[in-house]
């Protein structure tokens, strides 16, 4: 979902356009798979499975990102069946949508993102991966809010099979 405001800059006295977008994205959880959220690893005994290395929060955010510049989608640029992006550092995949939308005029005003799941405990990596995150969108860690919630034991997200991450971006012209 894609919302396009004119606003009027009063000190500079010329129009900001301002876009907003959603992402989200699911993967499941295996064994014997690294877990990759937020660009950082965290210990536990399972990981996301997925074509690349399945950071489920970067996903989404780079969806909301593409989806407030009307630019498609992640699996449009980055395909499960191309070999190039076989267990690819979702890091890197944040880095060329921050190019797409360098290119087209965009930059990256804030995201607010939520990851679901029931374990491990999100809260004590919430910095780490605002200080990763935050370089990537050429913004400050303040305007990277993530967010986590469990699914209060319900679905796969409350069986532990599977990791759902939702987010918003604002961008704007330059």
């Given at each position: 979902?894609?919302?396009?405001?004119q606003?009027?800059?009063?000190?500079?006295?010329?129009m900001?356009?301002i876009?907003?977008?959603?992402?989200?994205d699911?993967?499941?959880?295996?064994e014997?798979?690294e877990?990759?959220?937020?660009?950082?690893?965290?210990?536990f005994?399972?990981?996301?499975v997925?074509h690349?290395?399945?950071?489920?929060l970067?996903?989404?955010?780079?969806?909301?990102?593409?989806?407030?510049?009307?630019?498609?989608?992640?699996?449009?640029?980055?395909?499960?069946?191309?070999?190039?992006?076989?267990g690819?550092?979702s890091?890197?995949?944040?880095?060329?949508v921050?190019?797409?939308?360098d290119?087209?005029?965009?930059?990256?005003?804030?995201?607010d993102?939520t990851l679901?799941m029931?374990?491990?405990?999100?809260?004590?990596?919430?910095?780490?991966?605002?200080?990763?995150?935050?370089?990537?969108?050429?913004?400050?860690?303040?305007?990277?809010?993530?967010?986590a919630?469990?699914?209060?034991?319900?679905?796969y997200?409350?069986?532990?099979?599977?990791?759902?991450?939702?987010?918003?971006a604002?961008?704007y012209?330059?």
């Amino acid at each position: 979902m894609t919302f396009r405001v004119q606003t009027l800059n009063a000190a500079q006295n010329k129009m900001v356009n301002i876009r907003v977008g959603f992402g989200y994205d699911v993967h499941p959880l295996g064994e014997g798979r690294e877990l990759w959220l937020g660009g950082i690893r965290l210990q536990f005994d399972k990981g996301c499975v997925g074509h690349s290395d399945a950071d489920v929060l970067l996903h989404a955010i780079c969806d909301a990102l593409l989806g407030a510049a009307n630019l498609r989608d992640i699996g449009f640029h980055f395909p499960n069946t191309d070999p190039k992006y076989k267990g690819a550092d979702s890091k890197l995949l944040l880095t060329e949508v921050i190019a797409l939308l360098d290119k087209n005029g965009y930059a990256v005003g804030n995201i607010d993102a939520t990851l679901s799941m029931e374990a491990p405990k999100i809260n004590p990596h919430i910095e780490a991966m605002q200080n990763v995150i935050a370089p990537i969108l050429k913004v400050t860690p303040n305007e990277v809010s993530i967010k986590a919630t469990t699914n209060e034991k319900l679905g796969y997200v409350g069986r532990e099979e599977g990791v759902n991450a939702f987010a918003v971006a604002l961008i704007y012209k330059k």
